[in-house]
């Protein structure tokens, strides 16, 4: 009897990319802009997101969904500072979000009054970045704590990013951390990506990281051709709508 052998992972991946353009779709319909925030574990996505969602209360309407392994603590740190929907997706164990995740989540999400959609994806530096889920911009938390060259032992998840935010720079003093050579190792993956230092912790250089969130919020909500234009941010993106297949390890 033949052999009939089915790729099941490109399948599943076609799937994803599918969804993920529906996801897109329905944001863009809405003006809705949205960011996927990756990271390795504890690299400070929730605390991040915290300080965002407290600082720009009343200006930015921000929807988050937050992906867990297999609790909704950061759902629950989310939604104490915003009055704006916090949507938990426990993944059981799977170590990334998909769009089908996505999709379902904005069902519960008002978009009519959604500035921006943020994405905190599972905490992992790796399948994440091989699963588009219909994001307009990546940004790839990148702690002091971590490493100089994290951008070298996992490429695909800077390669495919727009932005690094370097967190837990109130560190430094304490840590063999060189960011020179970080932003160089970084910037040896992916020439385009553009930096932001913060300490979520202290507020050092949080300034800079929300005049970001709110241009991305407001430029993205502006007309389709400019909204395509910009949606990204300030400069080209390396690969807009990332393909998940083209993105696999
Ligand atoms: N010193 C310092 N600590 C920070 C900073 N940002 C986050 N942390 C701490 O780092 C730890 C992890 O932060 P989280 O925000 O939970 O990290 P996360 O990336 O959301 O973690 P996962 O969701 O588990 O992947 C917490 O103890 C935070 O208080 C920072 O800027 N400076
Ligand atoms: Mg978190």
Request: charged share 25%.
């Given at each position: 009897?033949?052999v009939r052998t089915i790729d099941v992972r490109e399948r599943v991946m076609e799937m994803n990319d599918?969804?993920?353009?529906?996801?897109?779709?329905?944001?863009?319909?809405?003006?809705?802009p949205a960011l996927n925030l990756m990271s390795s574990p504890g690299s400070g996505k929730t605390l991040?997101?915290?300080?965002?969602?407290?600082?720009?209360?009343?200006?930015?309407?921000?929807?988050?969904?937050?992906?867990?392994?297999?609790?909704?603590?950061?759902?629950?740190?989310?939604?104490?500072?915003?009055?704006?929907?916090?949507?938990?997706?426990?993944?059981?164990?799977?170590?990334?979000?998909?769009?089908?995740?996505?999709?379902?989540?904005?069902?519960?999400?008002?978009?009519?009054?959604?500035?921006?959609?943020?994405?905190?994806?599972?905490?992992?530096?790796?399948?994440?970045?091989?699963?588009?889920?219909?994001?307009?911009?990546?940004?790839?938390?990148?702690?002091?704590?971590?490493?100089?060259?994290?951008?070298?032992?996992?490429?695909?998840?800077?390669?495919?990013?727009?932005?690094?935010?370097?967190?837990?720079?109130?560190?430094?003093?304490?840590?063999?951390?060189?960011?020179?050579?970080?932003?160089?190792?970084?910037?040896?993956?992916?020439?385009?990506?553009?930096?932001?230092?913060?300490?979520?912790?202290?507020?050092?250089?949080?300034?800079?990281?929300?005049?970001?969130?709110?241009?991305?919020?407001?430029?993205a909500a502006a007309p389709a051709g400019a909204r395509e234009r910009v949606a990204a941010g300030p400069?080209?993106?390396?690969?807009?709508?990332?393909?998940?297949?083209?993105?696999?390890?």
């Amino acid at each position: 009897m033949p052999v009939r052998t089915i790729d099941v992972r490109e399948r599943v991946m076609e799937m994803n990319d599918r969804l993920a353009a529906e996801v897109r779709r329905r944001l863009r319909a809405h003006g809705v802009p949205a960011l996927n925030l990756m990271s390795s574990p504890g690299s400070g996505k929730t605390l991040l997101l915290e300080r965002t969602l407290a600082a720009l209360a009343g200006d930015v309407r921000i929807a988050v969904v937050v992906g867990d392994l297999q609790t909704d603590n950061d759902a629950a740190r989310l939604a104490r500072h915003t009055d704006d929907l916090v949507q938990a997706v426990v993944t059981g164990g799977a170590c990334h979000l998909d769009a089908r995740q996505i999709l379902a989540a904005l069902d519960a999400i008002d978009l009519a009054r959604t500035d921006l959609l943020v994405i905190e994806n599972v905490g992992n530096l790796v399948c994440p970045a091989s699963w588009d889920l219909g994001e307009d911009a990546r940004v790839v938390l990148f702690a002091t704590t971590e490493g100089e060259d994290k951008p070298s032992k996992y490429p695909k998840m800077f390669r495919l990013a727009h932005y690094v935010v370097m967190s837990k720079i109130d560190l430094l003093p304490y840590l063999p951390f060189d960011v020179e050579r970080a932003v160089a190792l970084a910037r040896g993956v992916n020439p385009a990506l553009e930096f932001f230092r913060t300490s979520a912790l202290t507020g050092e250089g949080m300034d800079a990281w929300l005049d970001f969130v709110r241009g991305f919020a407001r430029r993205a909500a502006a007309p389709a051709g400019a909204r395509e234009r910009v949606a990204a941010g300030p400069s080209p993106a390396p690969e807009v709508g990332i393909s998940a297949r083209s993105a696999t390890p």
